[in-house]
């Protein structure tokens, strides 16, 4: 089992900055892909982007490409997820996962066997 704990959600004016990050516990490994997946109301979960937790490989959606940096600290089994310039529809809650799956299935949902509770962005225009 693995265990995910996000932190780092807020509120923030367009433009602005935020980071959130992901400590994961439990039977973690270099095995497991680390995502964030974001949900806005009556939308459905969307990928993010991912890392391979120990190459340090990196995927983004276009939406957030160039805008938002994932990192990994390996040694506090952490990720951060670095959000600039953020928009008005960046707002959702964001949800951390993990999985051992292959890079074809990085940007799906269903091949993520562990998620945290999530937490909520809200960027004001």
């Known amino acids: 089992q693995v265990q995910l704990v996000e932190s780092g959600g807020g509120l923030v004016q367009a433009g602005g900055s935020l980071r959130l990050s992901c400590a994961a516990s439990?039977?973690?490994?270099?095995?497991?892909?680390m995502g964030w997946f974001r949900q806005a109301p009556g939308k459905e979960r969307e990928f993010v982007t991912a890392i391979n937790w120990s190459g340090g490989t990196t995927y983004y959606a276009d939406s957030v490409k160039g805008r938002f940096t994932l990192s990994r600290d390996n040694a506090k089994n952490t990720v951060y997820l670095q959000m600039n310039v953020l928009k008005p529809e960046d707002t959702a809650v964001y949800y951390c996962?993990?999985?051992?799956?292959?890079?074809?299935?990085?940007?799906?949902?269903?091949?993520?066997?562990?998620w945290g509770q999530g937490t909520q962005v809200t960027v004001s225009s």
């Open positions: 439990g039977r973690t490994g270099s095995s497991y892909i």
């Open positions: 996962a993990a999985g051992r799956l292959s890079r074809s299935d990085w940007g799906r949902p269903r091949g993520y066997d562990y």
